[in-house]
């Protein structure tokens, strides 16, 4: 009998190599395709933790956004197309065949590219509820693969460092003033409804207050304190999705 030790990097690669070393017949991968780095680190240091309590294991990478055939490079981050995104996506599930496998995808309401499915339809709502609804059902039909459940960030990620600004000290302890006006900014009030304007949305607003906020980097710490619980009591939408990728690993 041969006994391996595994040093994982996280609490998600410590539970995966837990259930697959106990057999688990309902163990769950969840590929996301993310927005950007930003989204990407959020999968990595929230999402995917969070997850692997639920027997869901969550990996992400970036959309390919193109390809360097003499260096042998790919570039990937940033939603430029919807094309280049819907490539990406169907390229991963060719990839992944395993029918019990699940992706998803993390991408921002604000500044989505007018190419996106549902983009007209949606554009004449008035309520950002149904707006990212329709968008989300649009992208399903366009991609057409059973095991892809859309995600649509209300309106950017940014929303939910407002879901508990005061977090924002951790990082920028030098800046009360700044953080206690956006703290006042959302009030009691729901962060997925702060609008998506060019210079009110919500990272607009906070690189008003915080012209240095680092969003790849101390916008995930942000977000990794203020904690899945309090995100998802604060953002209905954003506790929707969280839902059904918990139920995910459900028998």
Known sequence: MIRLHVTAEGQTEKAFVKAVCAGSPDMIRLHVTAEGQTEKAFVKAVLAPHLANHK?????????????????????????SYSKAKDDILRWTREDKDPACRFTTMFDLYALPDGFPGYADAKGLSDPYQRVRTLEHSLTKDIDDSRFLPYIQLHEFETLIFADPKKLDLEYLEHKRPIEKLVDMVGNGNPELINDGRETAPSKRIRKEIPEYDKAGS??????KIGVETLRRKCRHFNDWLTGLENLGKP
Do not use: P, Q, W, Y
Not at 56 to 69: E, M
């Open 56 to 80: 869901v294991f969550a990996d992400a990478r970036c959309v390919l956004t193109s390809k360097d055939k003499r260096a042998g490079k790919k570039h990937r981050g940033g939603l430029i």
């Open 219 to 224: 916008g995930v710490l942000v977000v990794e």
